[in-house]
């Protein structure tokens, strides 16, 4: 008896561990989600290549990107949100003899605002696998944790806290290289590289707190240089800006694309 009450006590542990281990596999297996975006969604509109309205079918396509996909392709986790987006670190360093030298760590960062982009003209070089798009936003908020050491001007700079600094009514030319990818699913776009201009702002500013250590005055005066002085200020930040805005979406994109077909956008891609 006492032998029969042990292995039945054995068989009900293995119930239940297959039971668990069941639910584990159920688990991951919607974790890990579709290998691919099987069914196209209405909003994708397959452009071809040579029609006299190419250009601003695939303008919609990247604009429903934005707007569609800005928190993220549904059931798909490997691709996080637009808006906001995460930069892990930022780093500027620049020439101490210039009248505007900051060496500045930004520690992570979150980029507001590319959800409310607007699509301007989009276009296509199928020779080289190249797609160029040019976006309009109004506001773009880099929030982030800082240490900073330089000078702007006679002003010497040494403090660490949080931080923003906001792109009003920006304009950025996004160049996307990609190469095709075909597989028993269909083709797909291997982003390869995406390289971000920011052709032109209207305003931009800037706010680090705890710049001098708790000197409000100091910091004040500071504050009105930075932003009386905004466009100088921005040249200096714009190469590390766009260098990082730019990996950040060298990898949403290559995510992307290796998931959902490229011929959702452009129907003769191959």
């Given amino acids: 008896v006492l032998v029969i009450t042990f292995w039945n006590k054995i068989i009900k542990m293995l119930i239940k561990v297959a039971k668990f281990l069941s639910i584990v596999a159920v ?17 994708l509109i397959p452009c071809i290549v040579g029609d006299p309205n190419f250009n601003v079918c695939l303008t919609k396509n990247f604009q429903s990107f934005f707007r ?6 549904p059931g ?42 607007l699509v301007l003209e989009s276009s296509w070089d199928p020779n080289h696998y190249v797609a160029r798009t040019l976006i309009s936003v109004p506001k773009l908020r880099f929030n982030f944790d800082y240490k900073v050491k330089g000078h702007v001007s006679a ?18 030319l996004l160049e996307l290289a990609v190469k095709p990818l075909a597989t028993s699913d ?5 982003v390869q590289s995406v390289k971000v201009n920011f ?35 921005f040249e200096v930040l714009r190469p590390a800006v766009e260098q990082t805005v730019g990996g950040v979406l060298l990898d949403r994109f290559k995510k992307t694309f290796v998931y959902v077909p ?3 956008l452009i129907k003769d891609f191959h």
């Fill in 27 to 43: 688990l991951l297996s919607a974790v890990e989600g579709a290998k691919y975006l099987a069914e196209k969604p209405d909003f």
């Fill in 68 to 73: 569609q996909w800005k928190d993220g392709i």
């Fill in 76 to 117: 798909y986790n490997a691709v996080g949100s637009f808006d906001p987006f995460y930069i892990k670190r930022v780093k500027f360093t620049q020439d101490a003899s210039r009248s505007i030298a900051i060496n500045a760590d930004l520690k992570e960062v979150y980029v507001a605002g590319a959800g409310q982009a």
């Fill in 155 to 172: 002003l010497n700079l040494n403090g660490h806290g949080k931080g923003y600094f906001e792109a009003e009514n920006a304009l950025l």
């Fill in 186 to 190: 269909g083709y797909f776009a291997d």
């Fill in 199 to 233: 052709r032109e702002i209207k305003q931009f500013r800037i706010k680090l707190e705890n710049l001098f250590g708790g000197n409000k005055d100091l910091e004040d005066t500071a504050h009105i240089l930075f932003n009386e002085n905004w466009r100088d200020f």
């Fill in 262 to 264: 490229a011929t959702y």
